[in-house]
């Protein structure tokens, strides 16, 4: 490799183990932010507690939320966010970190259904 760019078709790793060298191939690991991803586990994990103290699946979100709830909810936490970096007082006491995990959560809800229509 010499200038970024990939010059052979084939890696040859130590081994002898051979993979096509594909330049246009995804690189989850330098496209995602591994203290981003830990955060947002987290945050899911602590909310997966109901008000009834019953526990709801990681993924029952998959099942469907009207997009309006959606919405609504996205805007709240961006408003949020909004104020906190403009030191404001948010609509309800929330952190950065969580208010940001929060619009997250709705956004990937919003592009899920989106994308499986």
């Excluded at 690189?27 to 995602?32: C, P, T, V």
């Amino acid at each position: 490799m010499k200038d970024g760019i990939v010059h052979e078709t084939i890696r040859t790793f130590e081994g002898g183990a051979t993979r096509n060298n594909d330049p246009e191939r995804i690189d989850f690991i330098r496209l995602l932010s591994i203290p981003a991803l830990f955060s947002y586990a987290k945050y899911m994990r602590a909310h997966r507690k109901q008000a009834d103290g019953s526990m709801r699946a990681f993924d029952n979100w998959k099942g469907g939320m009207p997009e309006h709830e959606v919405l609504e909810s996205l805007l709240r936490h961006v408003l949020d966010l909004i104020a906190l970096h403009e030191g404001l007082e948010p609509l309800r006491e929330c952190e950065i970190e969580e208010t940001c995990c929060a619009i997250k959560f709705n956004i990937d809800v919003y592009l899920h259904q989106f994308l499986c229509k």
